[in-house]
C-alpha cells in the first residue's frame, strides 16, 4: 500500500494572502496543494481559476493538484496546464466524453484524475482505469468546505480500492470533503491513500497548520 499523504485545499485559505498560505501549508507539510475550481454552473458556487492558479504557483514546489469542478471541462485544460497544474482531475459527471478528456489532460503529459459525486457508482469508472493517474470520491456534494462527511461513501471506497488493486496499475485514491481527526482514520481504513482536508487543515492559522496535518495523518 501507498504511504498515506495530505492535499490541502487552499479553498480554505485566506484568499487576502494566498500566496503565503500557500507557503505556510507547504512547509507545515503538504505532500500536494489541492485547488478547488468552481465554476457556478457544475456546482453552486464560484472559487478561482487559471490566474490565480498561476500566481500562487511559484510559491510552492509541491504538485498541484487542481481539482476541476466545471462543464465543460475540456476548453480549460491548457489554461491550468500554462498554470503549472501536476494533476488536473475531472467529474465523472461534468460531460458526456470522460475517456476524451483524461486522454486530453495525458497528452499535455500530466497526470489524470477523475472525480466521482456521492451518487456517482464505482462502476462508472470499469472502463477507464487504464487511463486514470487518480480518482477522487467526494465525500461532501461538491461546492463548499466545512461540510459534513457522507458516510456512504466509505463502501464506494472500499469498492474503488479493489478496483485499484485489481488493475495492478498506480493509481491514488483520494477522498475529499469532510475530512477531519475523526473521518480521517475511517476512510484510511477503507483504503483511501491521499486525504484532502481543507477546514481541518487551514484551521487556527498559520501556527496550527502543522499540528493539523499531523493529526490528520495519524502522526504523533
Ligand atoms: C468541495 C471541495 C473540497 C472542500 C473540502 O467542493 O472539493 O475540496 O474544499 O473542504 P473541507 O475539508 O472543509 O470539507
Ligand atoms: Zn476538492
Not at 469542478?69 to 466524453?97: K, R, Y
Not at 493517474?133 to 463502501?155: C, E, H, R, T, Y
Request: net charge negative; charged share 20%; proline share 6%.
Amino acid at each position: 500500500r501507498k504511504p498515506v499523504r495530505i492535499a490541502p485545499s487552499v479553498l480554505a485559505a485566506d484568499f487576502a494572502k494566498l500566496g503565503e498560505e500557500v507557503a505556510a501549508i507547504t512547509a507545515a507539510g503538504a505532500d500536494y496543494i489541492h485547488l478547488d475550481i468552481m465554476d457556478g454552473h457544475f456546482v453552486p458556487n464560484i472559487s478561482f481559476g487559471p490566474a490565480v492558479t498561476k500566481s500562487i504557483r511559484d510559491y510552492s514546489d509541491k504538485p498541484f493538484d487542481c481539482h476541476l469542478m466545471i462543464s465543460p471541462f475540456d476548453p480549460f485544460v491548457e489554461e491550468f496546464v500554462d498554470a503549472g497544474a501536476d494533476i488536473i482531475t475531472l467529474h465523472q459527471e461534468s460531460g458526456p466524453h470522460a475517456h476524451r478528456s483524461l486522454q486530453l489532460v495525458k497528452s499535455h503529459g500530466l497526470k489524470a484524475g477523475i472525480s466521482l459525486n456521492p451518487a456517482t457508482p464505482a462502476s462508472t469508472l470499469e472502463h477507464v482505469m487504464d487511463e486514470v493517474d487518480l480518482i477522487l470520491v467526494m465525500s461532501v456534494n461538491p461546492g463548499f468546505g466545512g461540510q459534513k462527511f457522507i458516510a456512504s461513501q466509505l463502501d464506494k471506497i472500499r469498492t474503488l480500492r479493489s478496483m485499484i488493486d485489481a488493475s495492478g496499475r498506480d493509481i491514488d485514491l483520494q477522498v475529499d470533503g469532510g475530512i477531519n481527526a475523526e473521518t480521517a482514520p475511517l476512510v484510511i481504513e477503507a483504503g483511501a491513500d491521499l486525504l484532502v482536508a481543507g477546514s481541518a487543515a487551514f484551521k487556527g492559522g498559520p501556527s496550527q497548520y502543522a499540528e493539523n496535518i499531523n493529526l490528520l495523518l495519524g502522526r504523533a
